[in-house]
């Protein structure tokens, strides 16, 4: 009896030790899921497609579709989804995220991690990609 008593516990201390070493690993900004790596390409990355106002409808319309039943209407991070995500989600608005360059919003926003989905597949095109960045600018106006 004793001999399995052993057997069992061996191991869950070994798992609580492992959880608890992991507990502290994790990023510091866990309200927002941590912070990001972001590979320096996409850091220095300029957005061909700034300014352009021809793209404005595309940009709100991708946006509208892949982007507001999360982040919300206005960028808040109020949208319907958001309630349920594992992370708060940031206001679009923000200075926070304002002030981060086109590229670390390009990967942020497509390229994506964890809740954040992967949208190559879903946005292909390479000039709507910047029309959502773009669009994303303007929430700061609105």
Not at 59 to 69: A, I
Not at 94 to 104: H, L, M, R
Not at 131 to 141: G, M, P
Request: with cysteine; charged share 30%.
């Amino acid at each position: 009896m004793k001999r399995e008593i052993r057997f069992l516990t061996y191991p869950l201390i070994i798992l609580a030790t492992g959880l608890f070493l992991v507990a502290f690993t994790l990023p510091q900004d866990k309200e927002y899921g941590g912070e990001w790596d972001i590979p320096e390409e996409y850091q220095n990355m300029e957005n061909p497609y700034t300014g352009d106002k021809s793209l404005d409808r595309v940009g709100k319309m991708l946006y509208t579709k892949h982007c507001k039943s999360c982040h919300g209407s206005k960028g808040e991070g109020d949208g319907p989804k958001a309630a349920s995500m594992s992370v708060k989600i940031r206001d679009l608005a923000s200075d926070e995220v304002q002030e981060q360059s086109d590229g670390v919003l390009y990967y942020q926003s497509i390229i994506g991690r964890d809740d954040m989905p992967n949208y190559e597949k879903k946005i292909p095109v390479e000039e709507d990609r910047w029309a959502v960045i773009n669009y994303i600018r303007s929430l700061k106006e609105k």
